[in-house]
């Protein structure tokens, strides 16, 4: 397990835009450092899933309601991170097309933010965390010992999230997943809280035609770790 200057063990902040790959690479890292994973993005899409769930008009002010009643929480059961929304595991329900066209709405609103980042700073305040979004180096761990912006390109990104959603019974097209993660681009970058953005002291790794054990490979050796 390394350790920070301080002592105590690091914080690693990956950030990057949709379809990166961010939480496979973050939750492998992890292991292989012996830390803890942060997916930042699940408990947006807790938030989101609740919205849906209960049934109510997807409004600002709605959304806020919800996510100020909601009591997410990322457990670890049997070596694996689970999401829960209240007592209700949402593991898999969060990672549905409805889920995802709703979450950048769900993340541009300030209080919803603010809730998420006090959890997230708190799960994150002794180190050993590997946390993974897209305003981790910005704004959630600016302190953050280790920081990495994890990047691919669009036509490697679709092909990435087509494949994963052809899996779980996507029937949309390839061409509408490259333009629904466009739009997720467009929306992340130029939201006024809290933009995707790469900090300039981030490592750039970009990731396309790269397999997933050479990208994990690569983020050990930011970390100080070349095993």
Do not use: H
Not at 51 to 57: F, P, Q, Y
Not at 107 to 124: D, F, H, I, N
């Amino acid at each position: 397990m390394i350790m920070g200057e301080n002592g105590m063990k690091k914080t690693v902040a990956i950030d990057g835009p949709a379809g990166a790959g961010k939480s496979t690479i973050a939750k492998l890292a992890a292991e292989k450092l012996g830390y803890i994973y942060i997916d930042t993005g699940a408990m947006y899409r807790a938030v989101a899933w609740k919205v849906i769930d209960a049934g109510v008009e997807k409004t600002d002010g709605n959304i806020v309601e919800t996510a100020q009643k909601l009591d997410v929480r990322l457990r670890s059961i049997g070596g694996a991170v689970r999401v829960f929304a209240d007592d209700t595991d949402v593991t898999e329900s969060i990672r549905t097309p409805e889920v995802t066209a709703l979450v950048s709405k769900v993340a541009q609103l300030g209080p919803v933010r603010e809730k998420m980042v006090e959890l997230q700073r708190a799960m994150a305040k002794d180190g050993g965390v590997v946390m993974d979004g897209r305003d981790i180096a910005s704004n959630v761990l600016p302190n953050a010992d280790v920081k990495i912006f994890l990047t691919a390109s669009i036509e490697e990104r679709t092909r990435r999230r087509w494949k994963e959603m052809k899996a779980k019974g996507y029937d949309g097209t390839m061409e509408q997943l490259r333009e629904e993660i466009i739009a997720r681009d467009k929306a992340d970058s130029e939201r006024a809280i809290s933009p995707l953005v790469r900090v300039p002291e981030a490592a750039l790794l970009d990731t396309t035609g790269m397999t997933i054990e050479e990208v994990v490979q690569k983020v050990m050796e930011l970390c100080g770790d070349g095993r």
